[in-house]
């Protein structure tokens, strides 16, 4: 089971981006999926999280400003961002908890993918 993240990249301050990341290999059936981030000297951070059902929770510091869904029948999520600022600067990961056809649970990480923001 892989999950491949893209959509990083480099904007100025105030623009937007979207992150996608897809599910691919044996999987049955995917619960909780979630971005992370990591920026440089800090620890990992949760962005936001998406319930089965598609009820997204989000860091204090993305509120208001990110929006994340999931399409279940592609087995992906999705992270709009918006408003994006120089402190947004990091690797996002998105996440995911699966099972696999024999029922097995996965927690399952992407390899990142870059965003920069910079005037």
């Known amino acids: 089971v892989q999950l491949q993240a893209s959509g990083g990249g480099s904007v100025q301050p105030g623009e937007s981006l979207k992150l996608s990341c897809e599910c691919s290999g044996d999987v049955y059936a995917v619960d909780r999926m979630a971005w992370y981030r990591r920026a440089p000297g800090n620890q990992r951070e949760l962005v936001a999280s998406?319930?089965?059902?598609?009820?997204?929770t989000y860091g204090d510091s993305v509120k208001g400003r990110f929006t994340a869904s999931r399409d279940n029948a592609k087995s992906a999520v999705y992270l709009q961002m918006n408003n994006l600022k120089p402190e947004d600067t990091a690797v996002y990961y998105c996440?995911?908890?699966?099972?696999?056809?024999?029922?097995?649970?996965?927690?399952?990480w992407g390899q990142g993918t870059q965003v920069t923001v910079s005037s």
């Open positions: 998406v319930s089965l059902y598609g009820i997204a």
């Open positions: 996440n995911a908890d699966l099972r696999d056809s024999g029922l097995v649970r996965h927690d399952v």
